[in-house]
């Protein structure tokens, strides 16, 4: 069952430029968290945002969460080389103990 | 250092075998699940279990099984049943059930069918 939604699928930015990526889902749900994964590599949680919040900060990274439009965004500020990665957005379906539900990613490239 | 370990990092498997993936945690977290991941895909959930002697199937349990006699290991058996078993498998560790909490991550095994 794909719950989480990436947009786009690809994306490839110049370090130094800001890197958005976007996240829509279909049912209501608890919370949304982003996570980072380099080639051949296991995922990093990155950040969680809980349904009652609207926007959430965490060094260059800034989410925002719209649940009226079930959708979310990932802004990656000040890209460096460094960031080039899949970012995934994980969802649960609402229920309080179901397991994560990922994405398919976004795949970003920062070209230096 | 705590944190999550898969072995091995790379197996292969022939056909009509059976092969069991390491997933050890020290984090003292109850819940574990096992995800698997194919090329340019998301994670496909394939089994968890938020305690200790329980487990429940994930969307794509078929061809796998899973214990949890220890709160530390969640190993996965990929069984013969399993038709096409070649693929990236993650392994994580939560601090309780739900998804108030974020996933640690192993670094994966990746299984490859000879």
Known sequence: SQQGEEDPQALSIQEGENATMNCSYKTSINNLQWYRQNSGRGLVHLILIRSNEREKHSGRLRVTLDTSKKSSSLLITASRAADTASYFCATDGGGGNTPLVFGKGTRLSVIA | ?114
Not at chain 2, 71 to 81: D, G, I, M, N
Not at chain 2, 83 to 100: D, H, Q, R
């Open chain 2, 1 to 114: 250092d705590g944190g999550i370990t898969q072995s091995p990092k790379y197996l292969f498997r022939k056909e009509g075998q059976n092969v069991t993936l390491s997933c050890e945690q020290n984090l003292n977290h109850d819940a574990m699940y096992w995800y698997r991941q194919d090329p340019g895909q998301g994670l496909r959930l394939i089994y968890y279990s938020q305690i200790v002697n329980d487990f429940q199937k994930g969307d794509i349990a078929e061809g796998y099984s899973v214990s949890r006699e220890k709160k530390e290991s969640f190993p996965l058996t990929v069984t013969s049943a399993q038709k096409n078993p070649t693929a990236f498998y993650l392994c994580a560790s939560s601090i309780g059930p739900g998804v108030n909490y974020g996933y640690t991550f192993g670094s994966g095994t990746r299984l490859t069918v000879v």
